[in-house]
């Protein structure tokens, strides 16, 4: 009976945060400017004698989960649309 009880409030709660909705669209400007000053200052670096691969490497590490995360709110807001 109790494991029951327990099982059904998990299923509940579980299908509650289901509905609500990721918090990365919050957070959508920040990664937005994030991704623009980082690429913006990839591609003044890459054309001074200070550009190396190493720098490079480092650019590509910052600017990629902010590249995943800036497509991921692009698809939640079209399917939000949707």
Request: cysteine-free; charged content about 10%.
């Amino acid at each position: 009976m109790l494991l029951s009880i327990i099982s059904s409030s998990a299923i509940s709660s579980s299908a509650i945060s289901m509905v609500t909705s990721p918090g990365l669209p919050q957070y959508g400007s920040a990664i937005v400017i994030g991704l623009i000053s980082l690429l913006s200052l990839k591609e003044i670096l890459s054309a001074s004698e200070h550009w190396s691969k190493s720098l490079d490497s480092s650019f590509n590490m910052a600017v990629l989960p902010l590249l995943f995360s800036f497509g991921a709110i692009v698809v939640f807001e079209v399917a939000k649309v949707i």
